[in-house]
């Protein structure tokens, strides 16, 4: 598979959750070529303002492989992770984080997020991390138009 495939499987990921009636985001994480967790945002679901699609995805992971220690995966997300979730991907030990959707895009669909973007932040932290703009722009950025389309506005 491909990066493109990759986040493809996000991309698809993030377009379930807008069917189940969640914010259009997405996660998959993969290790030694294999996909080792795909997720979405689960913050109304459940209730828990943690359960962006990328720390569903780290959850996951991490449970599949029994380790928190990430190390050797990347992560391809559909939007630049916020503060928190980049924060759980460097703890994770994630090498890799390619992402689609900026946090402009994001904040044009009526979310409100900090901004601070997520490579300085990773640089400013002094973290090892790779944080960089992904395949599939396009069709990341498109899950906030379904989203609205599908009358959905933003409560965060």
Known sequence: MTNEDYMMLAVNKARQGIEAGQTPFGASIIKNGEVIACSHNRVWKETDPTAHAEINAIREAAKKI???????????????????????????????????????????????????????????????????????????????????????????
């Open 66 to 156: 029994q380790s928190i220690d990430l190390g050797g995966s990347v992560m391809f997300t559909t939007c630049e992770p916020c503060p928190m979730c980049l924060t759980a991907i460097h703890w994770s030990k994630i090498e890799v984080v390619y992402y689609g959707a900026t946090i402009a895009d994001a904040e044009s669909a009526g979310f409100q997020e900090l901004r601070m973007p997520a490579k300085e932040l990773a640089q400013k932290g002094g973290s090892l991390l790779k944080v960089e703009r992904g395949p599939c722009i396009q069709e990341c950025v498109a899950l906030f138009r379904k989203w609205k389309d599908a009358g959905k506005n933003s409560s965060y």
